[in-house]
């Protein structure tokens, strides 16, 4: 069987691919694109951040069409706020690992525990708690940038980065677990908020431990 | 006229994972965080579930049975075990003592292979909640053993998901070999499965009932001073 030219064509990509080095320098993240790009390195590159998004894209996928737009704004938009008030206002406080770890691990839990059970919580409740998880996480962020040694302004313009990619991951992800009809499918989006669940639970432990 | 390419769903199909490839093919290593040891918890985390056969059995055991007794269970059982054992790990972090303390824990682990092997082997159908139950007391055993022992140092958040991640993907693995439970032949090899479990089970049930070993340490420091003067003798 001939190939047709657009495997040939991929299959040239791939060659290319295996053949393009690169090198990141993740985390004091300079892409040298510039605080925006930074910002959006920086949040790719930080699990604490990314899997609460992940529990919250789910949880709001599960709960519904409504639920799932309401929570790609609200997770952007509160991010950005808590962000802005640790950038411009309040200074976050310089916090141990454990309490921090205590902080993220609630964070974990709560929007895992919720896709877990897929109880028919009220749409304004799930609101209610992206909007509490998005303004502790960018405030924490801000603390994160402030002793990186981030000015005002280079710290503005990464969460305008963060608040761009946080908007295309909630919607990517909200909407694909939106679209799941078959049931194996929904559960198996349950049961990845309920290992993240588990591992904010064990985080939890480490933080009460006083290692976190 | 020109016909697009990517109207054909299959093109389309083909560019994108074409592309996708690409761009996962073009990423480097990336020297994130750099002093913490973020990666090394991480992989620590994610091969502490698969560092003893005593916990790898029963997990992938409970796969097998989920996958032996079809929906809701398939799901039920191992979505209870990791979210069990997390909470007998968060126990066992904070060192909240279980009745019994550490023979009720070193007894549960050893007795879940030979349960849970048994119930592969026999294919046995209990009600769900009492599956979910028995799972999750072997659960909060080997949680509490895995908390018990996790070691400092290490950053919790990278370790805890390597570690539930590592415990998932062994029920997975479960859940994947019980697939073969709709061919009748594959029924039989789920039995002997159940039988090869049920025989581990039963040889960690033997060691857990065996006197303790003398303590390495204790005999390091017994030899110490005779590795010393051998030292010292060719210095």
Known sequence: ?212 | MKKNPLRNSRNFAVWFWALTVLLLLSASPADAHIIHGEPVSFRSGFLHPLSGWDHIIAMVAVGIWGAQLGAPAIWVLPVTFPMIMSFGGFLGLIRVPLPGGEHFVEFGIALSGVLLGAMVLFEARPKLWVAAFTVGLFGLCHGYAHGYELPDGESGLYYSCGFVLATGLLHLAGITIGLIHRWSLGRVALRVCGAAILMGGLYFLYQAFQPEPEEPAAKSAALAPARMSSYETFS
């Open chain 1, 1 to 212: 069987m001939r190939l047709s030219r657009k495997y040939w064509t991929a299959a040239a990509a791939f060659a290319a691919a295996l053949a393009w080095p690169a090198r990141a320098d993740a985390h004091l993240v300079t892409t040298g694109l510039g605080p925006v790009y930074d910002g959006i390195g920086h949040w790719a590159t930080t699990p604490e951040d990314i899997i609460p998004v992940v529990a919250l894209a789910i949880l709001a996928g599960l709960r519904g069409a409504q639920t799932g737009r309401r929570l790609m704004f609200i997770v952007p938009v509160t991010w950005l706020f808590g962000g802005l008030v640790g950038m411009l206002i309040a200074t976050p406080p310089e916090l141990s690992r454990p309490v921090l770890s205590g902080i993220i691990s609630a964070t974990f839990l709560a929007p895992g525990l919720l896709a877990l059970s897929d109880l028919p919580v009220p749409s304004v409740a799930v609101a209610v708690l992206a909007a509490i998880v998005g303004v502790v996480h960018g405030f924490l962020d801000a603390g994160g940038l402030r002793s990186e040694g981030a000015t005002t302004t280079v710290g503005i313009l990464q969460f305008v980065g963060m608040t761009l990619e946080l908007f295309v991951l909630m919607t990517l992800l909200a909407a694909f677990v939106l679209s799941l009809r078959q049931p194996w499918t929904r559960v198996a989006a349950r049961v990845a908020g309920s290992w993240i669940a588990a591992a904010g639970l064990l985080l939890l432990g480490w933080s009460l431990r006083g290692v976190g």
